[in-house]
């Protein structure tokens, strides 16, 4: 099977490549992404020698067609996925996740070659912190910020282009992902590389939100079971009944890093702040037979932090530009 991974050096893609490379030596995989500042070559190193790497935009068609015509799949992961800087600058988000799914749709509706869409629970807006539903394949679409407004606006092109056109794509709605390889922006590497760089961890408002983690592994190893057992045309939920408040988040990672329970600041809270995101996935589970292999949410933390104290060389060249855009904005 050929394989195109869209955005394959960024977190998700590259973690996603190198299981690929590992669990299904028989794949051919070709890598499209714009290396933008969240996409990182250094993150594909270990199975340079696997892939084909093309460096290009998404929303290229000429190029995107070219890669398409090539491929038996798509995997689209490729996306401006931070929602500070959405509030900071949204038109990228328009460009990337909106014109660019766009255009792979065009593409592979062209060409007759099925997509999987990548998407987040966030497309669902929030929830009360004591409400008893979770998000499923039914709830309603309500996004709150530019950058979820992208995805949803993605997913409905996708779902639209199943429906009008017969395209074979397939849709994933995953909670917030941890592990190696995650851009310094995000929770949890943010407030790691401060305390390894010195720097007190900034905790948004009250800490309060509520957010469904998933190891990034767990997410891609659900990822590869819709590619080989999903139906198209469907959506599957993807979690790990990992819901932690902000506030839990960063006591645990002071704990594992011999900080004090009081060794971070409250900081300037995001606006329109989705409060708690949670992720029904029965139907992954018992259509797909899928479950997380990372039970232990300490422990995955752990080996994140051992990742980030090992790995200085990738985050530490773009750690100081990170900080200094959210001293521009109001997270200090
Ligand atoms: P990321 O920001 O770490 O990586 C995005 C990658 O896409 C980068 O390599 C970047 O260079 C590339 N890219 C950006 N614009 C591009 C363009 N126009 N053309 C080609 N490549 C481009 O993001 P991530 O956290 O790995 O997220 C990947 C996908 O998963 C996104 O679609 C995101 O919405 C979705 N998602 C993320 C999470 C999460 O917790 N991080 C959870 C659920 C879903
Ligand atoms: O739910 C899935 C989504 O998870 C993905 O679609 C997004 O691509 C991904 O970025 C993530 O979105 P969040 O906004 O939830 O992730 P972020 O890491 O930015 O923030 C997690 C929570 O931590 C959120 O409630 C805001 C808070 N936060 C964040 C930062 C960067 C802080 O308290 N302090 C911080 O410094």
Request: proline fraction near 4%.
């Given at each position: 099977?050929?394989?195109?991974?869209?955005?394959?050096?960024?977190?998700?893609?590259?973690?996603?490549?190198?299981?690929?490379?590992?669990?299904?030596?028989?794949?051919?995989?070709?890598?499209?992404?714009?290396?933008?500042?969240?996409?990182?070559?250094?993150?594909?190193?270990?199975?340079?020698?696997?892939?084909?790497?093309?460096?290009?935009?998404?929303?290229?068609?000429?190029?995107?067609?070219?890669?398409?015509?090539?491929?038996?799949?798509?995997?689209?992961f490729?996306?401006?996925?931070?929602?500070?800087?959405?509030?900071?600058?949204?038109?990228?988000?328009?460009?990337?996740?909106?014109?660019?799914?766009?255009?792979?749709?065009e593409?592979?509706?062209?060409?007759?070659?099925?997509?999987?869409?990548?998407?987040t629970?966030?497309?669902?807006?929030?929830?009360?912190?004591?409400?008893?539903?979770r998000?499923?394949?039914?709830?309603?679409?309500?996004?709150?910020?530019?950058?979820?407004?992208?995805?949803?606006?993605?997913?409905l092109?996708?779902?639209?282009?199943?429906?009008s056109?017969?395209?074979?794509?397939?849709?994933?709605?995953?909670?917030?992902?941890?592990g190696?390889?995650?851009?310094?922006?995000?929770?949890?590497?943010?407030?790691?590389?401060?305390?390894?760089?010195?720097?007190?961890?900034?905790?948004?408002?009250?800490?309060?939100?509520?957010?469904?983690?998933?190891?990034?592994?767990?997410?891609?190893?659900?990822?590869?079971?819709?590619?080989?057992?999903?139906?198209?045309?469907?959506?599957?939920?993807?979690?790990?009944?990992?819901?932690?408040?902000?506030?839990?988040?960063?006591?645990?990672?002071l704990?594992?890093?011999?900080?004090?329970?009081?060794?971070?600041d409250?900081?300037?809270?995001?606006?329109?702040?989705?409060?708690?995101y949670a992720?029904?996935?029965?139907?992954?589970?018992?259509?797909?037979?899928?479950?997380?292999?990372?039970?232990d949410?300490?422990d995955?933390?752990?080996?994140?932090?051992?990742?980030?104290?090992?790995?200085?060389?990738?985050?530490?060249?773009?750690?100081?530009?990170?900080?200094?855009?959210?001293?521009?904005?109001?997270?200090?």
């Amino acid at each position: 099977m050929r394989l195109l991974v869209t955005g394959g050096a960024g977190f998700i893609g590259a973690n996603f490549v190198h299981l690929t490379v590992r669990d299904h030596p028989d794949v051919q995989v070709t890598v499209l992404d714009k290396l933008t500042y969240a996409g990182h070559k250094e993150s594909l190193a270990p199975v340079g020698g696997h892939i084909e790497f093309v460096h290009g935009d998404v929303a290229d068609f000429p190029l995107v067609d070219r890669l398409v015509a090539q491929a038996d799949f798509v995997v689209h992961f490729a996306a401006e996925s931070h929602n500070d800087n959405s509030l900071r600058g949204p038109e990228p988000f328009i460009n990337t996740n909106i014109v660019g799914t766009f255009t792979l749709l065009e593409a592979v509706r062209s060409h007759g070659v099925r997509l999987h869409h990548i998407s987040t629970d966030e497309v669902f807006g929030d929830l009360e912190l004591d409400d008893p539903q979770r998000f499923d394949e039914v709830t309603a679409y309500n996004p709150s910020s530019p950058y979820s407004a992208s995805k949803a606006s993605a997913d409905l092109l996708v779902r639209a282009w199943v429906r009008s056109f017969g395209v074979h794509a397939t849709i994933s709605n995953c909670s917030n992902n941890y592990g190696p390889y995650q851009h310094v922006e995000k929770f949890i590497p943010r407030q790691i590389t401060n305390i390894l760089t010195g720097v007190r961890p900034k905790l948004y408002g009250e800490g309060l939100n509520v957010r469904d983690w998933i190891h990034v592994d767990d997410h891609n190893r659900a990822v590869w079971t819709i590619l080989e057992k999903g139906t198209a045309g469907e959506t599957y939920l993807i979690g790990a009944d990992g819901e932690e408040s902000n506030r839990n988040v960063l006591a645990l990672i002071l704990d594992l890093m011999g900080c004090g329970a009081d060794d971070f600041d409250h900081v300037a809270d995001r606006p329109g702040h989705d409060l708690r995101y949670a992720i029904n996935s029965s139907k992954l589970r018992s259509e797909l037979g899928w479950k997380p292999e990372f039970r232990d949410f300490r422990d995955g933390l752990a080996a994140t932090i051992d990742w980030y104290r090992l790995n200085e060389a990738w985050w530490r060249p773009f750690k100081d530009a990170t900080e200094r855009a959210y001293d521009r904005g109001s997270q200090r």
